[in-house]
């Protein structure tokens, strides 16, 4: 495996640390009297969208986790498949290009232009996380791609 990015650590930490506060704020707004049966049936019958954001808070934080350990190897290639994280994949000969964007919340992320017969670009990385500037990631993903499409072969004339 061969990394093209990490990931910063800060932002990842301020991502967790906002989890445990609004997980600590839904905590505290439950209805603590009486014993755990009372609590479990008054967060799911009287607060049920209390009980719904502790759940909603819960899975995005085992995501930021996911992420951080994942941190150092986040973008990564084996020659042939370029992962991000530890799950999203893509062929290397499907990449086209990876450009800089600004999201709909005015975030810039890199994406990849991926020739799968559709018009849409797949989000590789918000930029706020990279750790290191966006043309190096940007050079390393198309360095590996020309490896993997043969672009670097050897050409002979007769």
């Known amino acids: 495996m061969v990394v093209v990015a990490r990931l910063r650590a800060a932002p990842l930490v301020a991502w967790q640390f906002g989890c445990a506060l609004l997980l600590g704020v839904l905590a505290a707004r439950l ?33 930021w986790i996911g992420v951080w350990r994942r941190r ?46 559709s018009e849409v670009t797949r989000e590789l990385v918000k930029l706020y996380l990279l750790d290191g500037p966006p043309e190096v990631v940007r050079d390393g993903v198309m360095f590996a791609v020309a490896r993997a499409g043969g672009g670097l072969g050897v050409v002979t004339v007769h």
């Open 31 to 63: 209805d603590w009297h009486g014993g755990l049966a009372e609590m479990l049936r008054t967060m799911v019958f009287v607060q049920p969208l209390v009980g719904l954001g502790i759940v909603a808070v819960l899975t995005l934080w085992a995501y």
């Open 72 to 117: 150092g190897d986040y973008l990564r290639h084996d020659g042939v498949t370029l992962y991000r994280g530890g799950s999203t994949r893509w062929p290397l000969a499907l990449v086209r290009n990876v450009v800089v964007t600004r999201g709909e919340t005015g975030l810039h992320a890199l994406r990849l232009v991926v020739d799968d017969d």
